[in-house]
């Protein structure tokens, strides 16, 4: 499952830049991607962070070309994959990438899986679609697969239906399916969120294997900062539709610059896993449809002062690779 | 991905309940329902009113004006007979006046007297189950095996056709439908926490029946009745046609087109004209209760009322 | 799945038995059969050699255990009327055509009918429910809802003579009525086929939505798959499982509308033969009649049912 590089510019496989998203509805627009840019590097993992609704997972199924328009209307300056330019590629050649060079698996695996075809024809299904293989030999390849994600006895249960399968277990279908064809990205939104902890580690123990064994990079969404911090070497911090903080994961767990990333960090129990008072950020998020014309965390940030409700802050970098998108964050740090 | 626009469906829409004037500018900016409406409050007009609306007294024979196309001038000055007359030379367009009158109260006892009965065993068998529930819902299989004309049929050829013969049988064969939509709601109603709640606090089965259940099934049983008025008035048309239904002196919609029949080649009209009638009745029927179902239903309702 | 099957078939028994007692009972309230057989200006003694022919001398109960009997066995005794002008006092009641064969020679008529109806039927609403489906909201969304309502409001026998109207009188394209080749099917098979049309395409609309929202749909479009392919090879499939638990009801549909359409079109079914034996208080033919279309629907019920296992997987196992 090696491949050739094939990215160039500092190995930069995926760009995003100025992605804007927005959904028609009868109650109004819905402005749910704003001006999001991030890079993925060669291989790397990126931790897209956010709460539910912050546009996280908008911005993927923008980028896989698979959002729901109508009511969905998107524009962006720049997307590129590699050396194909995903604004201009036709439907046809979204569709040769998707699955093939870029991949994604989904929140709930259970509901990502057709109810009706067995677990075996819906992983050799992308072969034969890609690849135009021939029955048996999508059935073949489908059981080499799901051995590759440790699906036990696969031989047995490549006939079996998905619903004969726990949690875990179908979301390593998912894993099964999105990396058949060996593809240079992965975008994993929130793929362990619907399952038990023990499950968890499993699926991102698999996911790192097959980091390392392809260098394919990923791309994992996520409200669990402790798991991006455990799993990513980058990060990007959303709120409300807009990156606030960005740079090396590293050094956003060590020293988060922006009050919403301070927030979450101060909301995880502790390393040791020792009782502390949580301190959840406290106010919900702002709803998508009448955002403020300054910044939109400003009803629940403590720091929040006149200039922020009326100018957007712009995003400015703070020390090395950390970016943040607060007027104050050089005056921050976490208390 | 969805999320997003959750936040505003529960802003803006589903979470109030939208008086009769939302309902009316929704119904304004939707013109082929309007039109229905329109066209069912004419004619429950006519029918309501008919010896005033009808121009001519739909049982004086003319046997000189047998069989005229619509149009025709009538045998005195400035008499035209819109819709032509039938083969007796009675005026047709009375004659649809008055024979619509019968159509549609089949139509609307039928459902009236099915729509009771069957919302009451509906409630009795989904809020207490057990037995009673059992049994209702056997009887109610039962009947969906069967076809429905069938059994109309048959139970007529029993006790013998007639008008309220006809409502009889016709609640009789339709009251399932109204018990099954009961049960079903009920039966999911009454885990709700405002039903649990009052329960725990003492209030009577009636009460609890009366005033948390049964308000909060009525719009969807409203559109339901709609839909049978509809399914009943076709049924009538169809018994009526074979000789089952409505008997002479007496008229109705289906009866006019058995009558019909025999000048289908020579006088178009006679068959046309009431079969064009009970298809746009049924046809405005549907498509209000169509109209009603989506309004009422609060996944859809936002995007009529927003 | 053996176990539900042998629950399903006892069911359809338990309503089978119930209709023919419906149908016994029913049977002795319109008044004696005798009287109905021979006619209101009988002679009294001629009625009651005829009761004592027909075992209307029996006790009631005995009478219900030999109908019972009979019915199992095919024998719902003879024709009071069927084929002759004038009932013949002195054979009546004990020599006529036996009612049974008489409806099941107009068995097939009656099924090539329905089947026809419901192909056409089905493979239009499929598509209309499809397109339908894949641009919600559109005008094409709105015209073939406003098509689907018109199907379904349609007064099938009314459209009969419609049809008649215009493609035998004006055009001369069919026949008017009758049995013979296609051209004599296709009028009414058309006719029949309106009602379901509406509402099935309408079933197939919101399956078809039901399932185009669902987030494996997300996934397979993730995959890179044709559309063409999400909708029809996968979409379809599964929005076929909650249509198909109404194509039962729909065949029910069918066949009572077979009833009106097959009087218009003299349609030699078992349709119009109810109607006939209903209009000539045919009883012993009313009774066979009845119980052929009701067999006939009850086991429309237990295929469809026993399909709709076979269609979902889900089920099969559970």
């Known amino acids: 499952m090696t491949r050739e590089p094939q990215a160039q510019g500092e190995g930069r496989v995926l760009e995003v830049a100025d992605l804007w998203v927005e959904f028609a509805t009868p109650g109004g627009t819905v402005y749910a991607v704003n001006g999001v840019g991030f890079d993925l590097r060669r291989g790397e993992t990126l931790a897209i962070l956010g709460e539910s609704g912050c546009g996280k997972s908008v911005t993927a199924l923008a980028v896989m070309g698979i959002l729901r328009a109508p009511p969905a209307r998107f524009r962006a300056r720049t997307m590129r994959l590699g050396e194909v330019d995903l604004l201009r590629a036709s439907p046809a050649e979204m569709r040769s990438i998707r699955g093939a060079r870029i991949a994604m698996i989904f929140q709930d695996p259970f509901m990502s899986l057709n109810p009706t075809k067995t677990v075996g024809q819906q992983i050799g299904e992308v072969f034969r679609v890609h690849r135009g293989v021939s029955q048996a030999e999508a059935r073949r390849l489908a059981i080499g697969l799901m051995e590759r994600v440790r699906i036990p006895s696969a031989k047995r249960r490549v006939d079996d239906y998905p619903h004969q399968f726990s949690g875990g277990m179908s979301q390593r279908i998912m894993v099964a399916s999105a990396i058949a064809l060996g593809p240079e990205i992965l975008l994993a939104d929130e793929p362990t969120t619907a399952l038990d902890v023990t499950v968890q580690a499993q699926i991102m123990d698999i996911l790192a294997e097959l980091r390392r064994e392809s260098g394919m990079a990923v791309v994992l969404i996520t409200h669990d900062l402790r798991l991006a911090a455990e799993t990513a070497e980058r990060a990007a911090v959303m709120y409300a539709g807009r990156i606030v903080e960005t740079g090396p994961m590293a050094d956003i767990y060590a020293r988060p610059r922006h009050p919403y990333t301070i927030g979450l960090l101060r909301s995880l129990p502790d390393d040791e896993g020792q009782r502390r008072r949580l301190h959840p950020i406290a106010g919900t998020p702002p709803v998508l449809s009448q955002l403020p014309a300054g910044c939109a965390f400003v009803p629940r940030c403590q720091w929040a002062q006149a200039r922020c409700s009326r100018e957007l802050p712009p995003m400015r970098p703070v020390a090395g690779e950390q970016a943040c998108a607060c007027h104050f964050a050089s005056e921050l740090t976490l208390a | 991905m969805m999320t997003a626009i959750d936040h505003t469906t529960t802003d803006d829409g589903a979470g109030q309940s939208p008086g009769l004037w939302r309902y009316l500018r929704a119904l304004a900016r939707d013109p082929v329902t309007l039109l229905a409406v329109v066209f069912l409050i004419v004619l429950a007009i006519s029918a309501l009113g008919a010896e005033l609306v009808a121009p001519h007294d739909p049982t004086r024979l003319s046997l000189a004006m047998r069989n005229k196309p619509p149009l025709s001038p009538g045998l005195l000055e400035g008499v035209t007979h819109y819709l032509g007359t039938d083969e007796l030379g009675r005026d047709l367009l009375s004659r649809l006046i008055f024979g619509g009158r019968v159509s549609i109260a089949v139509g609307l006892i039928g459902a009236l007297f099915a729509g009771v009965f069957g919302t009451t065993l509906g409630l009795i068998a989904g809020y207490y189950r057990g037995r009673t529930d059992d049994a209702v819902m056997r009887a109610v299989d039962a009947m969906a095996a069967l076809p429905t004309l069938l059994i109309a049929l048959f139970f007529l050829f029993v006790v013998g056709a007639g008008f309220w013969n006809l409502v009889i049988v016709l609640a009789f064969v339709r009251w399932r439908v109204f018990a099954r939509l009961t049960r079903g709601m009920v039966l999911s109603l009454r885990e709700q926490p405002y039903v649990l709640a009052a329960k725990a606090i003492g209030a009577s089965d009636t009460r609890i029946i009366f005033r948390h259940v049964l308000p909060n099934i009525l719009s969807p049983l409203m559109v339901l009745f709609t839909l049978e008025v509809a399914v009943l008035i076709l049924a009538e048309a169809a018994l009526s046609f074979l000789g089952f239904g409505i008997q002479p002196p007496d008229s109705s919609w289906g009866l006019m087109i058995a009558r019909g029949r025999e000048y289908l080649t020579s006088a178009w009209w006679l068959v046309t004209l009431p079969g064009l009638a009970i298809f746009l009745t049924t046809l405005g029927l549907n498509l209000v209760a169509a109209w009603a179902r989506a309004i009422t239903d609060p996944v859809q309702r936002w995007r009529w009322l927003a | ?318």
């Open chain 3, 1 to 318: 799945m053996s176990r539900f099957f042998i629950r399903r078939v006892w069911h359809s028994f338990v309503v089978l038995f119930v209709v023919l007692t419906f149908v016994f009972i029913a049977g002795r309230m319109i008044g004696d059969p005798a009287i109905l057989l021979l006619g209101p200006e009988a002679s009294p003694a001629d009625i009651l050699r005829v009761r004592g022919q027909m075992g209307l001398e029996a006790p009631l109960w005995d009478q219900y255990v030999r109908f019972m009997m009979g019915a199992v066995q095919g024998d719902f005794g003879t024709t009071f009327r069927y084929g002759f002008a004038v009932p013949d006092v002195a054979t009546a009641g004990s020599t006529g055509t036996p009612v049974l064969p008489l409806v099941l020679e107009r068995l097939p008529a009656t099924y090539l009918l329905a089947v026809t109806a419901m192909a056409i039927a089905g493979s239009i609403a499929l598509v209309l429910g499809c397109l339908a489906a894949m641009y919600p909201r559109s005008v094409l969304d709105r015209a073939i809802n406003v098509i689907s309502l018109a199907g379904v409001s349609t007064v099938d026998f009314w459209l009969g003579f419609m049809l008649i109207l215009l493609f035998s009188v004006q055009l001369g394209w069919f026949p008017t009525s009758g049995f013979g080749g296609i051209s004599f099917l296709v009028l009414p098979a058309m006719t029949l086929a309106v009602r379901p049309i509406g509402r099935v395409s309408q079933l197939v609309r919101s399956a078809m939505l039901d399932e185009l929202s669902k987030p494996y749909i997300d996934a397979l479009r993730a995959k890179g798959f044709p559309e063409r392919r999400i909708v029809f090879r996968h979409a379809l499939k599964n929005a076929s499982i909650p249509v198909a638990t109404m194509v039962g009801e729909e065949l029910l549909q069918i066949v009572q509308g077979a009833i009106v359409v097959e009087v218009v079109f003299a349609w030699p079914g078992v349709g119009s033969l109810l109607v006939t034996a209903l209009s000539t208080r045919d009883l012993p033919l009313v009774e066979a009649t009845v119980f052929i279309l009701a067999l006939t629907a009850i086991t429309i019920n237990l295929i469809v049912d026993l399909v709709y296992t076979r269609l979902d997987p889900r089920v099969r196992f559970g």
